[in-house]
């Protein structure tokens, strides 16, 4: 299994262009998220989804979209980039909560500068 | 506020020399503790999951206890390669993970 992937590794973007950060797994969760990590404040949840069709908002969500309409992948989409989401973003999937959380596995990241 | 709070922030050990680091939580419903190790321009590799008050768990020279309010993750004898930083997150009763800012370790040869 390859696992959580993420593309690209490093995108450099001017500011009020838009893009797409893509996120695949090949393990069959059904809960995919996506984290941002700024230095000095941990890992904060942008956006997450249960499944298929079912998305919600984290706790920074602002300028950010999401969709899923296959349960491996979950792209996050800027719509108008700032500096302020410059960023290393993370993608992670684990399964449903079944009483406990279950053990959700991260991708390598996206470095992204926002110029 | 659910919060997790991990310290020291930093901290330099001599190569065999064994220490502890904390991760601190206040209470409401936890359904799952994670720790994971970052290294540098990677992502955060899964260690242990713990779920009870007084569960552990070992790996090689690491260890994850657990107690009502906090965690520790043992480090024994260390090595240079344990170099990184290691990452707490806390599930609160949903499907969301708050995290820690971290403690990044320094093992000196």
């Known amino acids: 299994n390859a696992g959580v992937t993420q593309t690209p590794k490093f995108q450099v973007l001017k500011t009020g262009q838009s893009m797409t950060l893509q996120c695949a797994q090949d393990?069959?969760?059904?809960?995919m998220s996506w984290y941002r990590q700024d230095p000095g404040m941990g890992l904060r949840l942008i956006h997450y989804?249960?499944?298929?069709?079912?998305?919600d908002q984290g706790e920074v969500p602002n300028g950010y979209n999401v969709s899923r309409s296959t349960t491996e992948d979950f792209p996050l989409r800027l719509l108008s980039a700032a500096p302020s989401q410059t960023s290393v973003y993370f993608c992670?999937?684990?399964?449903?909560?079944?009483?406990?959380?279950?053990?959700?596995?991260f991708g390598p990241g996206t470095r992204l500068l926002v110029l | 506020e659910d919060q997790v709070t991990q310290s020291p922030e930093a901290l330099r050990l001599q190569e065999g020399e064994s220490s502890s680091l904390n991760c601190s939580y206040t209470?409401?419903?936890?359904?799952?503790l994670f720790w994971y190790r970052q290294d540098p321009g990677k992502g955060p590799e899964f260690l242990f999951t713990?779920?009870?008050a007084g569960e552990e768990k070992e790996k090689e020279r690491l260890k994850a206890t657990l107690t009502k309010k906090e965690s520790f993750l043992h480090i024994t004898a260390p090595k240079p390669e344990d170099s990184a930083t290691y990452l707490c997150?806390?599930?609160?009763?949903?499907?969301?993970?708050?995290f820690g800012t971290g403690t990044r370790l320094t093992i000196i040869p």
């Open positions: 989804s249960v499944g298929a069709g079912i998305t």
């Open positions: 393990m069959n969760h059904e809960y």
């Open positions: 997150a806390v599930s609160f009763g949903n499907e969301k993970l708050t």
């Open positions: 992670a999937s684990s399964y449903l909560p079944r009483g406990y959380q279950e053990t959700p596995y």
């Open positions: 209470v409401s419903g936890l359904r799952g």
């Open positions: 713990l779920y009870s």
